[in-house]
């Protein structure tokens, strides 16, 4: 399984790719995280230390690294580089392992515009498309809510784009233009999860001002999970309520996906 989380900044990416994370990785599947979020946080809601965490360098920063692998020249402009550069060994050698899942840290391109050209984003595309079309593992990125990582072919072999939306207009609209983005990847399909809802009224709000989406189901508010921020712990350590639902979002995905994928 391969699965984009994306949505508005603070809908709960995070928290839903954590929990399905963890879920694969005991029920038995290897499993490569992808924190490909500007605001980094993933490490932390795996339960990854924050000194830890604030030790990990984001690929996109591995200036020696992407100089190697594409050729191109430490501080130069308008060079040439290798837009296909080898990355099949990064995830073992620049991974950080935390109960059975390999978590990796893209950072973000701070050169350009969306998508630009340069070494770093050949290198994070590159390295994005490998785990997507080329690993066994289970494979899930925590993004924003753009697609700029993704290239058409990559984007096609993911097998859900889940949409986390909280009950509010602002988060309905990114929804709709995300769609539009993966639609202009070849994307057919993306799914919708409800985050920090409170009530049967919010979550009804929600599929109603949806109605073209599939609801895969949702991650409710639960004051464990804000604590388990607070604490720097992952929410799978601090509120079950909540993995119980991640677990049923995973049965449903599994149940639709097949489907659509023969389709």
């Keep these: 399984m391969k699965l984009a ?8 990416k995070t928290t839903l790719t954590s929990l399905l994370a963890w879920i694969y990785s005991t029920e038995g599947d290897k499993v490569i995280a992808i924190d490909a979020n500007p605001d980094a946080n993933l ?6 230390s924050d000194d830890e965490a604030r030790r990990i360098t984001p690929i996109a920063e591995l200036q020696e690294l992407i100089q190697e692998r594409t050729g191109a ?3 130069s402009f308008g060079t040439f580089f290798k837009l296909n550069p080898k990355v099949d060994d990064i995830p073992e050698q620049f991974s950080i392992q935390k109960d059975g899942i390999k978590l990796l840290v ?11 050209l340069c070494p770093e984003g050949a290198l994070l595309k590159s390295l994005i498309s490998h785990l997507i079309l080329s690993r066994s593992e289970v494979v899930i990125m925590d993004m924003d809510a753009g697609v700029e990582n993704l290239g058409r072919g990559t984007a096609k072999g993911v097998n859900a784009f889940i949409i986390v939306v909280e009950p509010g207009q ?12 993966a639609k202009d990847l070849g994307v057919k399909k993306c799914y919708i999860v409800g985050s920090k809802t409170h009530d ?7 599929i109603d001002n949806l109605p073209d989406f599939d609801v895969l189901g949702f ?7 804000a604590k388990a921020d607070r ?33």
């Design 5 to 12: 989380i994306t949505g508005k900044g603070g809908v709960g």
């Design 170 to 181: 602002r988060s309905f609209q990114t929804a709709r233009a995300i769609r539009d983005l």
């Design 231 to 263: 604490l720097g712990k992952s929410v799978f350590e601090t509120a079950p309520a909540a993995i119980a639902e991640a677990k049923d979002i995973k049965r449903k995905l599994e149940q639709i996906t097949p489907k659509e994928q023969s389709g």
């Design 73 to 75: 020249k430490l501080g």
């Design 106 to 116: 893209m950072g973000t391109v701070k050169k350009g515009g969306s998508g630009c």
């Design 219 to 225: 991650i409710n508010y639960h004051p464990e999970i």
């Design 43 to 48: 490490a932390t809601a795996l339960g990854i």
């Design 200 to 206: 049967d009224d919010e979550r009804q709000f929600i």
